[in-house]
């Protein structure tokens, strides 16, 4: 079955203290939504903030450039990420949906094209 990346975008001030207890139980249902509908979570997690990020930028010359802060300058980052599996983007749009509203936050659908092989 194919895996979809499902990206939050919160804005660049996004304080984490602010998600309070009715969202994590809000989550929580939703995680469990999903596996009751078969939907295999392979990775859920909020990030930190954009501030604290670490860019890797490739130079011509082949070195690659470390900075501080986000690769692109934005009012909003990605915030939180999971990896589910699931039949086709339609679903995974479905689903990524639900966890918008949850989240309080919009977002982003991408299937995950290359995978290495587990031998």
């Known amino acids: 079955m194919p895996l979809y990346l499902s990206t ?3 804005p660049d ?33 909020g990030l930190s903030p954009a501030s604290s990020a670490k860019s890797l930028r490739f130079q ?3 070195d690659v450039l470390v ?9 909003e980052h990605v915030g939180g990420i999971s990896i589910v599996e699931c039949a086709d983007l339609d679903e995974a749009v479905a ?5 918008a509203k949850v989240c309080r ?9 290359f995978q290495p092989s587990a031998e």
Do not use: C, H
């Open 60 to 62: 011509p010359d082949g």
């Open 13 to 45: 001030n996004f304080d984490p203290s602010t998600v309070d207890e009715a969202m994590m139980r809000d989550m929580a249902a939703l995680g469990q939504e999903m596996e009751a509908a078969g939907v295999v979570t392979k990775f859920a997690g």
């Open 8 to 10: 939050i975008q919160l």
């Open 105 to 113: 936050a919009s977002g982003e659908v991408r299937e995950i094209f």
């Open 95 to 99: 689903w990524a949906l639900k966890g």
């Open 67 to 75: 900075t501080d802060g986000p690769y692109v300058e934005a009012k």
